[in-house]
T-cell receptor, first 115, second 115 residues
Framework: ETGVTQSPTHLIKTRGQQVTLRCSSQ?????VSWYQQALGQGPQFIFQ???????GRGNFPPRFSGLQFPNYSSELNVNALELDDSALYLC??????????????FGEGSRLTVL | DQQVKQNSPSLSVQEGRISILNCDYT??????FLWYKKYPAEGPTFLIS?????DKNVDGRFTVFLNKSAKHLSLHIVPSQPGDSAVYFC??????????????FGQGTTLQVKP
């Protein structure tokens, strides 16, 4: 059983650029959530995808967008990058609709630095 | 507004003693609570969870207590081991155990267990 994998692990961009982060969910999981973790803070919910559609969104502007593909993998796109977008971006997968411990399975994250 | 708060940024305990990590929340709609542990350069990993219909859940050395009237939960680790040294996040959900893709996290508490 493969875990959640994210790419790239580290990247540096400049203000105004666009970035795409990728996530492969854990085998058997059909839901993907994205979180932003700023330095010294807890992860903050960006949005969740289920059945290729956005299924809930946190307090993030529209320049944060995403996709989920038929194989349940996902992308996070951020346009017009700002310095405050510098953070660790975490992807987490789960299987919706099942009674379980409720745990999310997180990837190791993509560390984005905006200069 | 911070709906989930971990007011102690750090905690240091001796190996073999008890570690107690605390978490407060403000939203009465939260009905499921989880603790995650995070090592550097890794994604958060699930530790233990509790439903709002319970006041205690035990899993080996880890026990979570929930006081709904005080909107407070705590994680007890007994006995503490050096390998427990990590950042601990408290998280809450308003959708039960089957809808925890949208978690609200606290800021985290860094636990150091000294040999």
């Amino acid at each position: 059983e493969t875990g959640v994998t994210q790419s790239p692990t580290h990247l540096i961009k400049t203000r105004g650029q666009q970035v795409t982060l990728r996530c492969s969910s854990q085998s058997g999981h059909n839901t993907v959530s994205w979180y932003q973790q700023a330095l010294g803070q807890g992860p903050q919910f960006i949005f969740q995808y289920y059945r290729e559609e956005e299924n809930g969104r946190g307090n993030f502007p529209p320049r944060f967008s995403g996709l989920q593909f038929p194989n349940y993998s996902s992308e996070l796109n951020v346009n017009a990058l700002e310095l405050d977008d510098s953070a660790l971006y975490l992807c987490a997968s789960s299987r919706a609709g099942t009674l379980n411990t409720g745990e999310l399975f997180f990837g190791e994250g993509s560390r984005l630095t905006v200069l | 507004d911070q709906q989930v708060k971990q007011n102690s940024p750090s905690l240091s305990v001796q190996e073999g003693r008890i570690s107690i990590l605390n978490c407060d929340y403000t939203n009465s709609m939260f009905d499921y609570f989880l603790w995650y542990k995070k090592y550097p350069a890794e994604g958060p990993t699930f530790l233990i969870s509790i439903s709002s219909i319970k006041d205690k859940n035990v899993d080996g050395r880890f026990t979570v207590f929930l006081n709904k009237s005080a909107k407070h939960l705590s994680l007890h680790i007994v006995p503490s081991q050096p390998g427990d040294s990590a950042v601990y996040f408290c998280a809450a959900s308003a959708g039960g155990s089957s809808n925890t893709g949208k978690l609200i996290f606290g800021q985290g508490t860094t636990l150091q267990v000294k040999p």
